[in-house]
């Protein structure tokens, strides 16, 4: 009779016994990581608020010890992100095992996959987004002031009134 296989985590076997004097296979398992685009506030917020763009991007899988991949198959592997959430007046941080940024880092703000990450999990897992609020334009007496998110980055617009040649920030 055959004695049952015992693999590492991470790993299983396509047979359940291996017979005596025969060797065991085990073989890397691949897991579905669904990355969550929603803003949550903190890390215990139990319902987030849905971003403006690319608001569930496809998951991603990743093959135990092994890579990142596009497909469930484990043939087209990633290292990167091809789309990013977007969220008004905030700025993306990247991807965690934790909400609000909280967890280990898993995927950058750039949607590069931190190397070395492919024994993060030995589950299907979620990732969350990690939102930056950008902080409110504050102008000052006379002057006017707007703010827009391009490029991940948060860019401030000022002008002064007639009359006054710069803005000075204190």
């Known amino acids: 009779s ?3 296989i015992a693999c590492p985590t991470g790993y299983s076997s396509a047979s359940t016994t291996v017979t005596l004097g025969g ?3 085990c073989s890397a398992n691949t897991y579905t990581i669904t990355l969550d685009s929603k803003y949550y506030a903190t890390s215990s917020t139990t319902t987030g608020t849905a971003v403006t763009t690319n608001a569930a991007p496809t998951p991603i899988y990743v093959k135990y010890n092994t890579g990142w991949y596009s497909n469930s198959g484990a043939t087209t592997s990633i290292s990167k992100l091809t789309t990013l959430p977007a969220y008004t007046g905030y700025t993306f941080g990247g991807f965690y095992t934790g909400k609000a940024g909280s967890g280990t880092q898993v995927i950058d ?4 996959i931190i190397s070395g990450k492919t024994t993060i999990t030995s589950s299907n897992i979620t990732l969350y987004a990690k939102w930056s609020q950008c902080q409110a334009c504050s102008a000052g007496t006379g002057a006017t002031c707007s703010l ?4 991940n980055t948060c860019t401030y617009t000022t002008s002064c009134k007639t009359g006054y040649g710069n803005i000075q920030n204190s």
């Open 2 to 4: 055959g004695a049952p």
């Open 23 to 25: 060797t065991k296979s």
């Open 109 to 112: 703000s750039s949607g590069n």
């Open 148 to 151: 827009s998110v391009s490029n």
